[in-house]
């Protein structure tokens, strides 16, 4: 049973300002936006929003301040500060320049995100750990799974803050402002987590549904661009070894298998993991 109390709304407005895999974003006013869940999405889920957003903004890691919790018709959201920009995503339509600058810009968002620690945030090893014992992972023999269960366990611990879902359409930007949203899939953990997470996100991800064979083939090439541009200006700015974050993306690929189980990434994802696994001495 949720601790968070909840404001009951009769009615929304008349359409939603946009929508993404799981939810609206409704205007709310007074300077507020509603992000409202589909119906049957985990209430459960919609609460630990709540308090990751909480804890991103009591750290300073976003501007994003949550006010509350809204039931709707069997549907739940959060109430949001209302964060006036574009995603990185759709930054190119008004000004192209900006690719040669969103690696740096992301791998500055990175190191500002990873700066903050944090012990109210799960623990990413037990998130991923936890991952295994759900319907997703019915691939793996008990054998594999336990194995996999052994190494991120094994993994060492960390406290700073990782996003895991760092990609542009997350990154809203109004002029030299940058602020970094959706925190749900938030946790505690080492920085090498996060980096392995982009890897795979950058090169393995769904990309936008519905697209055309010559929009995913300019989405993939930007997104690899980007990635490279991230990875060589986060090196910089952080020291970190690139090579030191090799052990953890068969824990990304389970977090990303775990949390949210794409169609159209299974294969990639099975398969990966069951090699990866078999690899662990």
């Not at 339509?93 to 799960?122: C, W, Y």
């Not at 490279?228 to 298998?257: C, H, Q």
Request: glycine letters at 6%.
């Amino acid at each position: 049973m949720s601790n968070i109390p909840v404001q009951k709304a009769d009615k929304l407005p008349a359409a939603p300002i946009t929508h993404g895999r799981s939810a609206e974003i409704y205007d709310w006013g007074e300077g507020r936006v509603l992000k409202l869940y589909f119906k049957d999405f985990p209430e459960s889920d919609v609460d630990l929003e709540y308090l990751n957003t909480c804890e991103a903004f009591r750290l300073g890691c976003t501007p994003m301040e949550c006010f509350g919790k809204v039931e709707c018709d069997g549907r739940y959201g959060i109430i949001l500060k209302k964060i006036p920009g574009t995603s990185m995503t759709k930054m190119p339509e008004k000004n192209p320049l900006i690719l040669f600058k969103a690696g740096r810009i992301i791998a500055g968002q990175h190191a500002m995100v990873q700066s903050k620690h944090t012990d109210a945030l799960p623990d990413l090893r037990e998130k991923a750990a936890a991952c295994l014992d759900g319907d997703a992972f019915a691939f793996l023999s008990a054998e594999r799974k336990e194995k996999l269960r052994r190494y991120i366990l094994s993994l060492p611990a960390g406290d700073s803050v990782i996003h895991l879902d760092f990609h542009t359409e997350n990154i809203l930007m109004n002029g030299k402002d940058v602020t970094v949203i959706d925190w749900m899939t938030a946790a505690k953990g080492v920085p090498q987590a996060e980096v392995a997470m982009m890897y795979f996100l950058h090169h393995h991800a769904e990309l936008f549904p519905g697209s055309s064979k010559a929009q995913l083939a300019f989405y993939t090439a930007v997104r690899t661009f980007i990635y490279k541009s991230f990875l060589k200006n986060y090196v910089k700015i952080t020291g970190m070894d690139p090579e030191s974050a090799r052990p953890w993306y068969v824990v990304a690929l389970t977090l990303r298998k775990g949390l949210w189980n794409i169609a159209s990434e299974k294969e990639y994802l099975e398969r990966e993991i069951e090699r990866l696994t078999d690899e662990i001495k």
